[in-house]
């Protein structure tokens, strides 16, 4: 998980949300079913194109790149069945995978609030050992997180396993190259993986941090 910047605000959204706000909630205090039409308007692809921009196309809880083998979700932080007033609220939509999604479910819990990656620090509830993430001792959120989405299960460490190799071997050749321009070039390729767009940035910059690469 890595610090997150929300971008501005879709047209459709700012011109649309109060009246289909207004609409879904009269369906719901009236228990009638809400027409898809209206239920889904959160995905149009204005916003979902933003979304996908501001994430880097990777879930905003695992940073697993998600498009490339499914279109993903539109997620909301605070979930609709618990906080339908906030269904096309901008700041509460994002991006996330499908497990990711599926292990958050419909928690909500104001004052124990799953870390948002918009708002909070995720560096200061969490830290990489390797493809392991842990949560700070004394960031409780930081552990619940962890474990409501279970943010270490098999296939996650598997990817990031994959991924820590992959730079291992960059280091490798960074250490021992012996000119100067090979050495430039193999030290510019490793900055640019741990970049916030790639796979996993927080892990690999982590990494290259406790080998005084970066």
Same mark, same amino acid.
């Given at each position: ?26 369906? $719901? ?32 809880? !695992?940073? @697993? ?20 007033? =906030? ?7 994002? =991006? ?18 799953? $870390? ?60 021992? !190259? @012996? ?33 005084? $690469?970066?």
């Amino acid at each position: 998980m890595i610090k997150l910047h929300k971008f501005p605000e879709p047209d459709i959204l700012k011109t649309n949300k109060a009246e289909w706000t207004e609409r879904y909630s009269e369906y $719901i205090n009236k228990g009638q079913p809400i027409p898809e039409s209206l239920k889904y308007k959160y995905r149009d692809p204005q916003v979902k194109q933003i979304i996908l921009e501001e994430t880097h196309e990777k879930c905003v809880y !695992c940073e @697993s790149k998600v498009t490339h083998v499914y279109p993903g979700d539109v997620e909301h932080i605070f979930p609709k069945s618990k906080k339908p007033e =906030f269904i096309f609220e901008w700041l509460n939509l994002t =991006f996330s995978c499908l497990e990711c999604n599926r292990r958050k479910s419909d928690y909500y819990d104001q004052n124990m609030p799953l $870390i948002n990656p918009y708002e909070d620090e995720p560096a200061d509830h969490f830290f990489f050992a390797g493809p392991m993430i842990s949560h700070r001792p004394e960031s409780d959120r930081g552990r619940l997180t962890r474990k409501r989405l279970d943010l270490n299960r098999p296939p996650l460490i598997e990817r990031r396993t994959e991924r820590l190799e992959s730079i291992v071997n960059l280091i490798d050749l960074y250490e021992k !190259c @012996s000119e100067a321009l090979g050495k430039e070039a193999l030290l510019n390729e490793l900055i640019r993986e741990a970049e916030e767009d790639k796979e996993y940035a927080y892990m690999v910059q982590t990494f290259l941090q406790s080998r005084n $690469i970066i």
